[in-house]
Nanobody, 120 residues
């Protein structure tokens, strides 16, 4: 099992920056990719950014050039640096980890989410 705990959300003005952190614990050696998703009020959950075990990154078109996902294997933590935040970026941001179970099946673990509010 993999447990995820996010931190770093809060209130920021439009154009501001925030850095989210997601600390993984448990069977971290089984993780092959981690990512950030968000769900705004009345909206469906969407992928924001993802980083593979090899360091390959993918971003939603809406955040390219403004958000950066990174991973520190030494502390089993993935980060999301968010710059030039826009009001439409307000959402609950959740961390995700894709990992293998003992039988080789793939599983997904989720954090509890952290609220990001973008408002003046």
């Amino acid at each position: 099992q993999v447990q995820l705990v996010e931190s770093g959300g809060g209130l920021v003005q439009p154009g501001g920056s925030l850095r989210l952190s997601c600390a993984a614990s448990g069977s971290t050696v089984s993780i092959y990719a981690m990512g950030w998703y968000r769900q705004g009020s009345g909206k469906q959950r969407e992928l924001v950014a993802r980083i593979s075990g090899g360091g390959k990154t993918d971003y939603a078109d809406s955040v390219k050039g403004r958000f950066t996902v990174s991973r520190d294997r030494a502390v089993n933590t993935v980060y999301l640096q968010m710059n030039s935040l826009k009001p439409e970026g307000a959402a609950v941001y959740c961390c995700n980890a894709d990992h293998y179970s003992d039988d080789g099946a793939t599983n997904a673990s989720w954090g509890q989410g952290t609220q990001v509010t973008v408002s003046s």
